[in-house]
């Protein structure tokens, strides 16, 4: 899966990223009433310009990409001086307030996510096999603090029509059976069936569980 990923990347098969910001953020982001100067996680968050929107609704962004290309791609795209570090086994660049881990998100732990009050999922949970949808909602939710509020945008397809991915058909009784453990899970709304590939958009907000809930 990892070296599928990094392949797309080196050889620019990159048909998943957009081109502008996504619309549902824009609608559906002030909804969850976050507060400005709250830090966004992005998980696997390639190279999207909902990022710099992010950062331009004043909010700090940490994305975390495993291929450097996407990293590169970014900051070259973008504007500013772009400085770099280390926090092993991380190496992060950061420009203006978006902050780019380059890694694997399974090995970002709780006490590299001290500040993150809110997340934004638009390609990571559809990028992954089923297998992995487990791991990754368990560990998103260890990441989430109590009472922070995430954006999740996910895709499906008629029944009979689940082609294997990336992206991958994540249907609504998935998302609630993955995340409602942890999380409280509201469906915000979807779209019409992509006339291409079938694909239909489905938004959610969710609020991590907890002693403030």
């Given at each position: 899966m990892a070296h599928d990923w990094l392949d797309?990347?080196?050889e620019g098969r990159i048909g998943?990223?957009?081109?502008?910001t996504h619309p549902a953020l824009v609608r559906h982001w002030p909804r969850l009433g976050v507060r400005p100067g709250?830090?966004?996680l992005v998980p696997l968050c390639g190279k999207s310009l909902d990022m710099r929107w992010l950062a331009q609704q004043d909010h700090p962004v940490l994305g975390i990409e495993l291929a450097e290309e996407a990293i590169e791609q970014f900051v070259a795209e973008g504007t500013g001086d772009v400085s770099r570090y280390q926090q092993a086994p991380f190496a992060i660049c950061r420009q203006g307030s978006v902050e780019l881990w380059c890694g694997d998100f399974f090995h970002f732990h709780i006490d590299q996510a001290a500040e993150i009050g809110a997340f934004y999922d638009r390609a990571a949970l559809i990028a992954l096999p089923a297998a992995t949808r487990q791991r990754y909602a368990f560990h998103l939710a260890q990441l989430i603090p109590p009472?922070?509020?995430g954006l999740l945008i996910t895709?499906?397809?008629?029944?009979?029509?689940e082609a294997a991915g990336p992206p991958y058909h994540v249907p609504g009784e998935e998302v609630r059976e993955l995340f409602e453990p942890n999380f409280l899970v509201t469906h915000l709304g979807e779209g019409e069936p992509e006339a291409e590939s079938g694909f239909r958009e489905s938004v959610w907000a969710l609020t991590r569980r907890g002693p403030m809930t």
């Open positions: 797309r990347w080196r998943f990223h957009r081109p502008e709250t830090k966004v009472g922070a509020r895709l499906s397809r008629a029944a009979g029509d």
